[in-house]
């Protein structure tokens, strides 16, 4: 309890709050299901099996007493039935981030005498349009203002509509999903898009390779699909992405970006759940497959250039074990494996070769005090072809001979005095940074030098 006083000392007076992408439980759905946040969540943005439930019907559950304006259809009169007013919320975040070692400037202008121990207030300001649209559309939809961007820009975008009906006497909830970032649609928080950590430093150094599925395409993307969940048990989903370049120009030349999609990129996702009185399982698979052309679409001459080709595949499961009658112990864990063929890239002389392979691993354990206090440690490891153009050496942000590899351990605290203001204390520490222990940057910066600790304080209202 004594750290937890020092760190409300130091928390309370930053109150604002935060929004990296991570947030899912937004007040306009207490407002219009009549429950609390605890009501669909371990804490946010953890599922509960009710809150699945709630995304898997498309957001439009709502409580008897909720005001709704409806009129009956007809055969020459359109139906209507929405809430009466608009599912609104808002999200405010303050965070401070410090770094073992002080980041250097790294401008045209080096200096190493740079503050160390960044404050954001605001980090993020956060809209929410999440709830029912009508009887069977809802939304999970957010914009969100960056002040080191200084501008609004589209966060994840999740639009459903759904309904049941029942095959082979199991009740068979199906629907047509509409999202900007692979695997923001899915139901547990063991895929990337609302996998831990839960919070992150828009500040500290992070390692710089990552699966195209694992965060490159989050809010760059349009997808639209299907899905479907049979029993309560199989669940199935399958959608096709094309690039969208947010503050691009359209149509896009896709100058500038690094993934432009060719045709369309499909995504899949299969997943099992099994549910007990006081234990859940899933265990699935995801994946997607893309055909890319980095900075441009075509050849300056009109002529077609070869293709990036990346297949991205991951098996990922979820356990959550509730003990001593509120408090739950939940396990996640994903494996990601993406195979590419830079063939573009090479043409282009981006990459010194044309075959490259990514292994990620990730996994943590969390448990949750009722639902006012979480603990979560988790761990990740990456592993992957060595390449020296695609993974150049730089101060700081740099590559030991071109090696992706990286490592470390998230260790995070929270504590929800409300269920709409949550303060959070992270740390951060790498055993390997993009390639090496030490010296990976080969400018004398360690794994360790950005080891960090974070501070951060939201609310949501």
Known sequence: MKTLGIFLVVAVPVLGVMSPPKVEAVPSYARQTGLPCSGCHYAPPELNPAGRRFKLLGYVDRADETKVVTADGGKKRAALDLLASLPLSVMLETSFTSVKSPVPNTSTTPSTNTQNGN?????????????????????????????????????????????????????????????????????????????????????????????????????????FGGYAMWDTHFYLDAAVYRSEHVGGPQPNPGVGFTHNIRGVAPYWRFAWQELTGKTQYEVGTYGMHLRSTPNEITATTGASIPTDSYTDWGVDTQIDRTLFRTDVLSFRATYIRENNDLLSSLFQGLVSQGSHRLNTVMANAEYHLGNKYTGTLGWFNTTGTSDLLLYPSAPVTGNFNGDPRGAGLIANVSYWPWQNLQLAAQYTAYTRFNGAQNNYDSAGRNASSNNTIYLDAKVIF
């Open 119 to 223: 404050f954001e207030f605001p980090q993020d300001v956060s809209l929410f349009l999440s709830g029912a649209w009508t009887s069977h559309v809802g939304s999970f939809l957010q914009v969100t203002y960056d002040t080191r961007d200084d501008h609004f820009t589209s966060d994840n975008t999740d639009i459903r509509a759904a309904n049941k009906t029942t095959w082979g006497g199991k009740e068979l909830v199906y629907g047509l999903d509409l999202n900007n970032n692979p695997s923001v649609e899915d139901l547990w928080n063991s895929t990337p898009a609302w996998g831990f950590p839960w919070i992150v430093s828009d500040f500290a150094p992070t390692p710089n390779a990552a699966a195209i599925i694992n965060g490159p395409l989050a809010q760059d993307v349009a997808g």
